[in-house]
């Protein structure tokens, strides 16, 4: 079974900074696409930040030239750098990845989300 673990949310003054990780483990053999979304409650999920499976990166318009992602391909962790804050990106963070893993003898291609990490952004 596949794992994301996410860490680093909290609350941060307007204007601060905080940095995400999401660590995986379990039985993966590749990851296709990983990245972060939030969720606030009442609305639909949406993308922040992304490495999609053709390599590049895909950002969220309300979070461009704000936050970075960035990947540890070594320790299959991406990171999700959030500067200039903003009391609207007050969200649960999830972490997502589209993984070719072993489940049992057979290889399967699924999607996988971690557990969120609440942030909030407030004075």
């Known amino acids: 079974q596949v794992r994301l673990v996410e860490s680093g949310g909290g609350l941060v003054q307007p204007g601060g900074s905080l940095r995400l990780s999401c660590a995986t483990s379990g039985s993966l053999l590749s990851i296709n696409a990983m990245g972060w979304y939030r969720q606030v409650p009442g609305n639909e999920r949406e993308l922040v930040a992304a490495f999609t499976s053709g390599g590049s990166t895909d950002y969220g318009d309300s979070v461009k030239g704000r936050f970075t992602i960035s990947r540890d391909n070594a320790r299959n962790t991406v990171y999700l750098q959030m500067d200039t804050l903003r009391p609207e990106d007050t969200a649960v963070y999830y972490c997502?990845?589209?993984?070719?893993?072993?489940?049992?003898?057979?290889?399967?291609?699924?999607?996988?989300w971690g557990e969120g990490t609440l942030v909030t952004v407030s004075s």
């Open positions: 997502h990845a589209n993984v070719r893993a072993m489940l049992g003898v057979t290889v399967t291609i699924r999607d996988y």
